[in-house]
């Protein structure tokens, strides 16, 4: 998954009107989002960025796109089904230098360091086809736009995980307080993964309780098996990271198993060091 990749999968999600917070409408929207990706396979290749932009892109305080997709906005808790107001796109959602930039780049080099052990993470690792000489890793800072004066940031990398010849991916998306995000576990919402395909479990991690859902997708995705881990800090800021056994458009096979246990991929996404200050 490269930088074109996110871009294409992101930017397109940027808001303006956003829908009620029920599950009905947001994966209704992930679905038609979804079709759109299978049709649109030449500009996305890995299942978390079709799974996030299906889906998952709904924890940002995002709205209405110009392909139709509506992601769920920020709201009060006063108020759980409606809005606080409508989130004010900016035209230069992604940061490509400063803070938020640095943010990115500081969520990617973690996401390498809390790579499981035996595990590689190339940077010179390219993709295949009509990604030939593209990056597989990435990270990206976008703006999800401004809700009551807050500017709302999204923060996304992504590394291939190489054991021999086989090839996984691992990814981490964070989203800053002030995203319309309930509950904790299986309960939060909404989440980055399809809830209609997903087994959702729930991991301790030191007392905090941690969402660990296992999604397999339709076969007529091409999408490998994937593994998701959720949770909500005290903040409000939300961290999802995403496991699978293979990598799109690498080249290579897949990985014979996960690459990490659900507590190890829980624990990762209560690690602060992917929480990018």
Same mark, same amino acid.
């Given at each position: /998954? @490269?930088?074109?990749?996110?871009?294409?999968?992101?930017?397109?999600?940027?808001?303006?009107?956003?829908?009620?917070?029920?599950?009905?409408?947001?994966? /209704?929207?992930?679905?038609?989002?979804?079709?759109?990706?299978?049709?649109?396979?030449? *500009? %996305?290749?890995?299942?978390?960025?079709?799974?996030?932009?299906?889906? +998952?892109?709904?924890?940002?305080?995002?709205?209405?796109?110009?392909?139709?997709?509506?992601?769920? #906005?920020?709201?009060?808790?006063?108020?759980?089904?409606?809005? !606080?107001?409508?989130?004010?796109?900016? =035209?230069?959602?992604?940061?490509?230098? +400063? =803070?938020?930039? @640095?943010?990115?780049?500081?969520?990617?080099?973690?996401?390498? @360091?809390?790579?499981?052990?035996?595990?590689?993470?190339?940077?010179?690792?390219?993709?295949? +086809?009509?990604?030939?000489?593209? =990056?597989?890793? *990435?990270?990206?800072?976008?703006?999800?736009?401004?809700?009551? #004066?807050?500017?709302?940031?999204?923060?996304? !990398?992504?590394?291939?995980?190489?054991?021999?010849?086989?090839?996984?991916?691992?990814?981490?998306?964070?989203?800053?307080? #002030?995203?319309?995000?309930?509950?904790?576990?299986?309960?939060?919402?909404?989440?980055?993964?399809? *809830? *209609?395909?997903?087994?959702?479990?729930?991991?301790?991690?030191? #007392?905090? %309780?941690?969402?660990?859902?296992?999604?397999?997708? =339709?076969?007529?995705?091409?999408?490998?098996?994937?593994?998701?881990?959720?949770?909500?800090?005290?903040?409000?800021?939300?961290?999802?990271?995403?496991?699978?056994?293979? /990598?799109?458009?690498?080249?290579?096979?897949?990985?014979?198993?996960?690459? /990490?246990?659900?507590?190890?991929?829980?624990?990762?996404?209560? @690690?602060?060091?992917?929480?990018?200050?």
């Amino acid at each position: /998954m @490269d930088e074109r990749e996110l871009r294409t999968a992101m930017d397109d999600a940027v808001a303006v009107a956003p829908p009620p917070m029920t599950e009905g409408p947001v994966l /209704m929207a992930g679905r038609q989002a979804l079709k759109r990706r299978r049709a649109l396979r030449a *500009s %996305t290749a890995s299942a978390a960025v079709v799974a996030i932009t299906a889906v +998952g892109v709904a924890v940002l305080a995002s709205g209405q796109g110009h392909n139709g997709f509506a992601p769920v #906005g920020a709201k009060p808790s006063a108020v759980p089904d409606t809005v !606080a107001s409508s989130p004010t796109a900016r =035209p230069d959602a992604t940061a490509t230098s +400063g =803070p938020h930039h @640095d943010r990115a780049a500081a969520l990617a080099a973690a996401l390498s @360091d809390l790579a499981p052990d035996g595990f590689g993470t190339p940077d010179d690792l390219k993709g295949t +086809g009509d990604f030939a000489n593209r =990056p597989l890793k *990435s990270h990206k800072a976008m703006s999800a736009g401004t809700v009551n #004066g807050t500017e709302l940031w999204q923060y996304a !990398a992504g590394t291939p995980l190489t054991k021999g010849a086989a090839v996984g991916e691992l990814v981490a998306t964070v989203h800053s307080p #002030g995203s319309a995000t309930t509950g904790e576990g299986c309960g939060l919402k909404p989440t980055a993964w399809d *809830s *209609s395909l997903a087994h959702c479990t729930e991991v301790n991690v030191s #007392g905090k %309780t941690v969402a660990v859902a296992s999604v397999t997708y =339709p076969a007529v995705d091409g999408l490998p098996p994937s593994q998701w881990a959720g949770y909500r800090h005290a903040d409000g800021t939300v961290v999802f990271v995403m496991q699978s056994t293979g /990598m799109a458009r690498s080249g290579r096979p897949a990985l014979a198993v996960m690459p /990490m246990t659900d507590q190890q991929l829980a624990a990762l996404a209560v @690690d602060p060091r992917l929480s990018p200050r």
